[in-house]
């Protein structure tokens, strides 16, 4: 597997950072969510999202 990363540097000071990966056989898709200060427990409990990351999360990984 290949993994590189993408950032985008806007002029209104955000930052958004993805995580490109190829690989030669097929993938399941996750649907990410990155919220700042985390979701309210109804969002959570939606099980809408596969994985919620905190901007505290992402952070740590850098």
Known sequence: MLTSS???DRDDRVI????IKYQEQRV???KVFIAP???????KEAAYFDVIITLKELVMHF
């Not at 958004?16 to 995580?19: A, N, R, W």
């Not at 200060?37 to 109804?42: I, L």
């Open 16 to 19: 958004t950072v993805c995580e």
């Open 6 to 8: 993408l950032l985008f």
């Open 28 to 30: 399941d898709r996750k």
């Open 37 to 43: 200060h985390g979701v309210t427990p109804p969002v």
